[in-house]
């Protein structure tokens, strides 16, 4: 198994932690993983993302130039990375603030409410764990429950009271993924 992925969207969006929380759940399964995020002025509002290889096999290099699979959450990272995406590929996005919706008749797309989710909880700060919880549902790259224990890992203590609410929000993205093409 190898899984080639991009996640892009505006800095603020939790693109970045996503990254990390797949990249240590595999270090938990013993595969091989590579994390090269972006940094700049992303994180006031540009759009920032994170290439995350994880693998069975050694990873030869972290610079890709396609992508078995893209979470796209905004306009700017669709038309970007959507044509980097490999024939038989897969694209999950988030509709919310999405103009144009992508469009690819060789990938698989699933689209998430994940905005709409978070913010129905009251809880907006959970809308990346919607979108984790919907590709380990589309594509079960970690499990679910290494996922959730690199929530101790990743998170600082300060943060672990909002550790439940995260592991609802990943359990609930499961269900609200749907495949659109």
């Known amino acids: 198994m190898k899984e080639e992925l991009i996640i892009s969207g505006f800095g603020g969006q939790g693109v970045l932690s996503m990254g ?31 290439t995350v290889i994880v693998s069975d096999n050694r990873i030869s290099s972290p610079i890709l130039s396609s992508y078995s699979t893209a979470i796209l959450l905004n306009q700017p990272s669709i ?11 897969t694209l999950i996005y988030d509709p919310y603030g999405i103009v144009e ?13 994940a905005m709409d989710a978070a913010t129905e909880a009251k809880n907006i700060k959970t809308f990346n764990m919607y979108i984790l ?16 224990k690199a929530l101790y890992k990743t998170l600082p203590e300060r943060h672990h ?21």
């Open 20 to 50: 990390k929380l797949l990249a240590y759940a595999g270090l938990m399964e013993g595969k091989e993983v590579s994390w090269l995020p972006a940094y700049g002025p992303e994180q006031r509002g540009g759009t920032a993302n994170v």
């Open 79 to 89: 038309e970007r990375f959507t044509p980097q995406i490999r024939p038989g590929g």
């Open 133 to 148: 919880g919907g590709l380990i549902k589309a594509r079960p790259i970690v499990t679910i429950e290494n996922l959730r």
């Open 161 to 181: 009271a909002q550790i439940p609410a995260n592991e609802a929000a990943i359990l609930q993205g499961t269900q609200i993924i749907r495949k659109i093409q």
């Open 101 to 113: 919706p992508p469009r690819r008749d060789d990938i698989n797309i699933y689209e998430i409410s």
